[in-house]
């Protein structure tokens, strides 16, 4: 039977309710997307891109993730704490002075650095527990990583330096979302050059993996054994080129109450700075939500859902409240219900749509609602 329970306090009239059985289900159709022979780690990095990271890793887990993947050693420590057990790949460049902690909670270092592989070496040797570590690869992103030339040289440098583990190898796309592009390609023939390179000097790994959700959705020969999936595994797709399969469904929803309705007469200005003025007499709900809230003032947010029809945000949007256009809604009433993200009766806002709006995409949409809105989890 569904439960709902609120993890934070609910003084707001705005707040978000995410769904732990869609993450679960999105999970499994994945699963299943790439093969049994595929390991699967489930990102969970920006509290599972907003959705709670506790509820989206164990929905993942339930739903058949092998391992987890988060941006910071400070992400993995709170699954520890939280009693998660499974394999946490930390993926951000982690300073020399956090790998003693990274060691404490058994998190899989990412080394794209050479400072991070010192330390975590003698780390590993001090503590008589070699640290667990993936070699990060840069061919595309200039981000962070080994450039393909740097690569033998590093690792004959530190070849017979104890302390670390190497469990696997990796590279991220900077374009797997386009996939009409060449990048994608041009990537991972630098990836797979690599590789061989490493292969015949004796170098193994046994985890490889490059695809993120996009490339894991568009280019199934890039799956090598493991992909590292996000945005696919919360119901929304990574970009407007690249579509989820049939059966995924978005884990979250933004609602908002209406705390006013009233009638204006032609000519009123809206909200400050009276930019919007009413054509004709017309019917204005305030809304509980702002850019406090997560709500973009700019570009807009342009649009919510009253009763189940489409309604445009007017007038500038507060930090608190937005005033919205419910002339065609003559039901619309104070304690109201609107939806910012969702569905309701039938109609549906995505993220990936307010992306369009946003000049955004669906990733920014999700992480950049207010981290102090009410979650309120759906459980089995």
Not at 32 to 59: E, M, N, P, R, W
Not at 268 to 296: E, F, H, K, L
Not at 312 to 334: K, S
Request: some cysteine; overall charge negative.
């Amino acid at each position: 039977m569904d439960e709902l329970f609120s993890v934070m306090t609910t003084d707001r009239l705005a707040w978000v309710e995410v769904d732990e059985n869609a993450i679960e289900q999105n999970t499994q159709l994945l699963c299943q997307y790439i093969g049994s022979d595929v390991a699967l780690f489930g990102v969970v990095k920006a509290d599972a891109y907003g959705h709670g990271a506790l509820i989206a890793t164990q929905a993942m887990l339930a739903g058949g993730a092998t391992g987890l993947a988060v941006a910071t050693v400070g992400e993995g420590r709170r699954l520890r704490e939280a009693e998660i057990n499974a394999p946490i790949l930390v993926l951000e460049y982690i300073p020399p002075e956090q790998v003693e902690e990274a060691l404490r909670y058994d998190l899989t270092l990412t080394i794209s650095a050479p400072e991070t592989f010192y330390a975590a070496a003698y780390v590993g040797r001090v503590s008589g527990r070699p640290v667990k570590a993936h070699l990060k690869i840069e061919t595309g992103m200039h981000r962070v990583g080994f450039l393909p030339g740097e690569v033998v040289a590093f690792l004959d440098r530190v070849q017979a330096v104890d302390g670390v583990i190497w469990e696997g190898i990796y590279t991220h796309f900077a374009t797997a979302d386009e996939p009409l592009r060449p990048e994608t390609d041009q990537q991972i023939s630098q990836f797979q050059a690599v590789l061989e390179t490493l292969d015949t000097r004796g170098w193994r790994f046994p985890i490889i993996h490059s695809c993120n959700s996009a490339g894991t959705l568009c280019f199934p020969p890039y799956h090598y054994n493991a992909v590292r999936a996000g945005i696919a595994l919360y119901g929304a797709a990574p970009s407007d080129e690249v579509s989820l399969p049939s059966g995924f469904r978005p884990a979250l929803s933004f609602h908002a109450r209406v705390v006013r309705v009233a009638t204006v007469p032609d000519g009123s200005p809206i909200s400050y700075g009276g930019r919007y003025i009413t054509q004709g007499t017309t019917r204005i709900a305030t809304i509980a939500a702002g850019y406090a809230d997560g709500v973009r003032r700019s570009p807009p947010w342009r649009e919510v859902l009253v009763h189940g029809q489409r309604a445009p945000i007017v007038g500038r949007i507060c930090m608190d409240y937005a005033m919205v256009d419910v002339t065609h809604i003559p039901e619309t009433v104070a304690g109201d219900v609107v939806i910012l993200l969702g569905e309701q009766d039938g109609a549906t806002i995505t993220a990936e749509e307010v992306g369009q709006w946003l000049d955004t995409s669906a990733y920014e949409v999700l992480t950049t609602i207010a981290p102090g809105e009410p979650r309120i989890y759906k459980l089995k």
